[in-house]
């Protein structure tokens, strides 16, 4: 019962508030958004080929590494 009347209450202050004012209509907040994730993802694309700029170079064995990662065998076989 409590919680009926805890509910009736709640339901009629919503029903009273006013919503907050917005800044802008509300697809134009969203295009906003999204123009702004796409110069977000035009930066990462930009940048995706960075690595192919130069020939990869040879990892070699660094003793000095406090943990190594094992993954260089000579061998030719992969951890």
Partial sequence: MLTQ?????LAEAAAHE??????APPFVIGGCMLAALLVLMFICVSFMN???RHAP????DDPHKQ???K???????AS
Avoid: F, K, R, S
């Fill in 5 to 9: 009347l805890a509910g009736v209450v």
């Fill in 18 to 23: 006013e919503p907050w004012p917005l800044i």
């Fill in 50 to 52: 960075l690595g192919n």
């Fill in 57 to 60: 170079v040879e990892a070699v």
């Fill in 67 to 69: 943990h190594t990662n």
């Fill in 71 to 77: 993954h260089m065998h000579h061998d030719g076989q």
